[in-house]
């Protein structure tokens, strides 16, 4: 099996070092990988936030299983792209993924309060949270 690692922090270096000692794994890509993924895995010189270029390479290199590491490619829908070619990817359809990639948190710096905007499917809520009172 060929498999294709996308992303390159430490998460993928993990991956992709645990792939690479696997039974049955030929090979492993990682797509752009770093210095430290480079002694378990080919790197390819590829933006990860790119999907197209992404599906190109795994064509290119005949890869068997992809697994997409951060959330831009998912938001931006790789796992829905390379499905729709009838590719083997692991990780979130674009929908699945924006629930994430759509968590804004802003903190108010001025005080001690926290506002949190959440959203969610079809509706935004906001909710403040007061600081916990300690005695005197």
Known sequence: MRVLIVGSGGREHALSAKLAGEPGVQQVYCAPGNAGIGAVATRLAIDAGDPQAILAAAERESIDLTVV????????????????RGRLIFGPSRAAAQLECDLVVLLDVGGPDVLIFKHAISSISQERKAPSETPS
Do not use: C, K
Not at 72 to 84: A, E, H, N, W, Y
């Open 69 to 84: 590491g951060p959330e831009l490619p998912l938001d931006r829908g790789i796992v829905d792209l390379f499905m729709s």
